[in-house]
């Protein structure tokens, strides 16, 4: 928003409040919205005055964190002279842990401190990659 008046879209809302939300737990609101993780209290901000600056610095808040284990197991064996196997399995994000993408910073949307999708949350290759849900792989190659 403009609310300082000098052009550069760039303001920033001024915190009154705790924005830390004790219930970052998965809510439902309804079919049509779908979950999300409420991750600050959009009550904890306010726009300031006309013409003024907020005194609120940057990254005052933190988003959720990221962290994935993968892992592989390859088993090369020889079948002939010249002739390889190899298998493979493939597992990611051992430990099925949720990463939520950054929540929603702009005050005006009623998706404000909301986080509404994980980070990997990618139309080319659902269920494959950074945050998605775990996942596992087998494959076999034959090398010659």
Known sequence: ANNSGVGELQDR???VGNPNTSNRALSRTSASSGAYVQWFAPAAYAVPAAGTFS???RN???GPGFA??????IKNTTLHENVKLQLR???FNIFNRLNLA???GSFTSANF???TTTVGDNAGAPGLGSGEP?????????IF
Request: without cysteine.
């Open 134 to 142: 775990y996942n596992m792989q087998f494959a076999a190659k034959i």
């Open 60 to 62: 005052s808040v933190y």
């Open 13 to 15: 809302v001024t915190k």
């Open 102 to 104: 950054p929540p929603s």
């Open 113 to 115: 401190g909301r986080s």
């Open 89 to 91: 399995m493939e597992m």
């Open 68 to 73: 994935t284990v993968d892992a592989s197991v």
């Open 55 to 57: 005194p609120t610095p």
